[in-house]
């Protein structure tokens, strides 16, 4: 059965990078994690400043930990000693040479929905580092913008929201409540239909399931 899902996920990828690469965004296609993390290491240049959201999908394929010990200028947020400092990185990675992220859902017609909160991923998404390599696993495809936008509404934020305390109903309930409580992760909701900067934004697409 495996093989037969690796056929399909290869198949599925094959459309996908076409439609990615027509939007002008470089587009890769990983077998498995390893792979990924490959590719990725492969298009940060040494020396290179590089920041990061808060991504599951990148810290699942080593990626934080390789640029940790890597020849990079890791501006790491995950290790500010306080909510001040931890603000501060996340400005200072708007300005970074590489900005590493994943995507709550990708269209087959080659869209990235992303959901945010206070909006910083999104913001480096939009403009600001030189490049921005988002890894996507296979299970963030949706088959149209509608379904996307679902995903990250109603798969994807209300499992995000268990990672943060909050009195939203997503995270007391685990469904969506189309909220405007003060702590809702869902203030952003950003379509990139493209890229006006060619190449600027690397979309790796993974052949296994990651993040939310």
């Known amino acids: 059965m495996s093989d037969v899902i690796a056929k399909r996920n290869a198949l599925a990828a094959q459309r996908v990078i076409r439609m990615l690469q027509a939007r002008h965004h470089e587009a890769y296609y990983a077998l498995d994690r390893a792979e990924a993390l490959k590719i990725a290491l492969s298009l940060i240049p040494e020396g290179a400043s590089v920041g990061w959201g808060g ?96 995903r990250a509404r109603h798969t994807a934020a209300p499992i995000n929201a268990q990672r943060f305390p909050g009195k939203t109903p997503c995270c007391e309930r685990g469904i969506c409540g189309d909220c405007h409580a003060d702590d809702c992760i869902c203030s952003q909701i950003v379509i990139t239909r493209g890229s006006m900067t060619p190449g600027r934004i690397k979309v790796i697409l993974v052949g296994e399931a990651l993040g939310f």
Do not use: H, W
């Open 55 to 150: 991504s599951l999908s990148v810290e699942q394929i080593g990626l934080k930990d390789a640029v940790r010990a890597g020849n990079y200028r890791a501006i790491d947020r995950d290790r500010a000693a306080s909510p001040e400092e931890k603000a501060a990185l996340e400005r200072q990675a708007f300005f970074a040479d590489a900005y590493l992220m994943g995507t709550n859902a990708l269209t087959e017609d080659g869209q990235l929905v992303n959901i945010d909160g206070r909006g910083n991923r999104v913001a480096a998404l939009c403009y600001g580092p030189e490049r921005v390599i988002v890894i996507a696993g296979i299970n963030k495809l949706a088959a149209d913008l509608e379904s996307a936008i679902s």
